[in-house]
């Protein structure tokens, strides 16, 4: 089955903690991208990647990185500069380039930091 | 910048009523999508709006987007409570090369029976 994988589900951490979210997708699309959601809010773009060995800010970058080092795997990393983790974590992905540029989201890592 | 305002952001409503949701934006685009949001949950694609003057249907959810006015509408018809959730539309951003969607802020709808 073709899809995105999150994992863990849920994840729960002590303040001043590195964390890294799994983002795996099998879709073989180019483009993979991490969004923040809270609380009765939208999608925030936190980095987006077009390829392998590339990615970008989004909007609310500050205290997360990202790497890109295969086109499958797209893992993010709160670090303990970030001083609100705490939120749900969305992974996406879709074919860039094209008209319709469709994005799939995986079914997001909730993460607790206290 | 790019803004996209959905309203209403609350919407609670009767089965078998119609309602429509609305979703404005700020700049020139001509690729809007509709995606719906499960409590807990992560967002499901629902339409996908690839030109002014677009309409697409699904059930009792009907989309259509006027890129001229920058409106899109998630219009809903003889609501069932299957039809509870939270509704974001969401703007591909005039940027060439990556696709950077901005999303509305969400409309919660409750159907009641």
């Known amino acids: 089955d073709g899809g995105i994988t999150q994992s863990p589900k849920y994840l729960f951490r002590k303040e001043g903690q590195n964390v890294t979210l799994s983002c795996e997708q099998n879709?073989?699309?180019?483009?993979m991208y991490w969004y923040r959601q809270d609380p009765g809010q939208g999608l925030r773009l936190i980095y987006y990647?077009?390829?392998?060995?590339?990615?970008q800010k989004g909007d609310i970058a500050e205290g997360y990185s990202v790497s890109r080092e295969k086109k499958e795997s797209f893992p993010l990393t709160v670090t303990s500069a970030q001083k609100n983790p705490t939120a749900f974590y969305l992974c996406?992905?879709?074919?860039?380039?094209?008209?319709?540029?469709?994005?799939?989201f995986g079914p997001g890592t909730r993460l607790t930091v206290t | 910048e790019l803004k996209v305002e959905q309203n209403p952001l609350f919407l609670s409503m009767q089965e078998g009523k119609n309602y429509t949701i609305y979703c404005n934006y700020s700049?020139?685009?001509?690729?809007l999508y509709w995606y719906r949001q499960d409590p807990g949950k992560s967002l499901e694609s629902l339409f996908v709006?690839?030109?002014?003057?677009a309409v697409k249907q699904e059930g009792r959810l009907m989309a259509s987007l006027d890129t001229k006015a920058r409106l899109s509408t998630l219009h809903i018809t003889a609501a069932v409570h299957d039809l509870s959730a939270t509704y974001f539309c969401?703007?591909?951003?005039?940027?060439?090369?990556?696709?950077?969607?901005?999303f509305g802020q969400g409309t919660r709808l409750t159907i009641n029976p």
């Open positions: 996406a992905s879709s074919v860039d380039g094209g008209w319709i540029r469709e994005q799939y």
């Open positions: 879709l073989n699309h180019d483009a």
């Open positions: 990647s077009q390829i392998v060995n590339d990615f």
């Open positions: 700049t020139t685009s001509d690729r």
């Open positions: 709006l690839l030109s002014n003057g």
């Open positions: 969401a703007v591909d951003s005039p940027n060439q090369g990556a696709q950077k969607l901005v």
